[in-house]
């Protein structure tokens, strides 16, 4: 299930979507005279399609239809943290804050520190990580849709329980005081982990992201690699992607195209050359 994206995120997405695929367009030979055509020498004419007819194709790794550099670029985009303060410019922005400036943002408990820099955001002498209602709003953060009261909703907050720790790198990362391995909605933003292309909500999507649970065991070490409660054998979609195993070339998330469902994580890719199969290879 997606989450929908706020306006001016899917904005700059786009824009930076068409400045990757934009590229100018060659004249048309038909409106061309004569004795306008240019002579060109060989180094200088226009490439035509058959130039490049033996060059190896645009890489596409995953097999998903996205250039690996668009993919990149997109990515880069949504991560982007210009003044180091853990949240991304584009969260900045949605909040009204300078995407520059560390010190500019939201203060929930009016102390001078911003919550970009407050490990104590409700000021109850309970650092974030350790508080059952980090915000201080009355809702608990086990069903509280923006556990740092930043503005942000959790699902697209990269530090929901605003505890300094990145939910990828944070074992618990909306602050419900259950761990990821235990919890059935990582990044508490209301849709299962089964459920969610990015279930530990790092900003990563499932079938891109080496830990797609966030927790202590990264994909190739963990029986329950998308945090639904299935054991990996068990699972129609191992790793929580768009793709169901039979029809997911990597259906461990582990980048390694090579794998087929029923390979166990570990395993070694089949080595074609040869008849060992995979999990004797």
Do not use: H
């Amino acid at each position: 299930m997606s989450r929908q994206l706020p306006a001016f995120v899917v904005s700059c997405i786009g824009l930076a979507i068409a400045g990757c695929l934009a590229a100018p367009s060659p004249p048309d030979p038909a409106a061309v005279t004569d004795t306008e055509m240019p002579i060109a020498d060989e180094a200088s004419r226009i490439p035509s399609p058959s130039d490049n007819a033996t060059e190896a194709p645009l890489e596409d790794s995953d097999s998903d239809s996205d250039r690996d550099e668009l993919e990149a670029a997109v990515l880069a985009l949504l991560l982007l943290d210009s003044d180091g303060d853990g949240c991304t410019d584009l969260q900045e922005l949605a909040t009204g804050a300078d995407p520059n400036d560390a010190s500019d943002g939201p203060d929930t408990d009016a102390d001078g520190v911003p919550d970009a820099l407050d490990d104590d955001l409700d000021g109850d002498g309970l650092l974030d990580g350790w508080d059952a209602d980090t915000d201080g709003d009355g809702l608990p953060n086990l069903v509280d849709p923006d556990v740092d009261g930043d503005g942000i909703p959790n699902g697209a907050d990269f530090d929901a329980d605003g505890d300094g720790i990145p939910n990828g790198a944070d074992f618990d990362a909306d602050g419900d005081g259950r761990l990821n391995e235990v919890d059935d909605d990582i990044d508490g933003d209301g849709v299962p982990n089964g459920m969610d292309d990015d279930a530990d909500g790092d900003g990563v999507p499932n079938g891109k992201d080496p830990n797609v649970d966030g927790d202590e065991k990264p994909n190739e070490e963990d029986e329950d690699i998308d945090g639904d409660d299935k054991p990996n054998e068990e699972d129609e979609n191992i790793d929580g992607d768009e793709k169901p195993n039979e029809q997911d070339e990597d259906p461990y998330g582990v980048n390694e195209p090579d794998k087929k469902p029923g390979d166990k994580p570990g395993d070694k890719p089949d080595d074609e050359a040869d008849d060992k199969p995979d999990e004797k290879d």
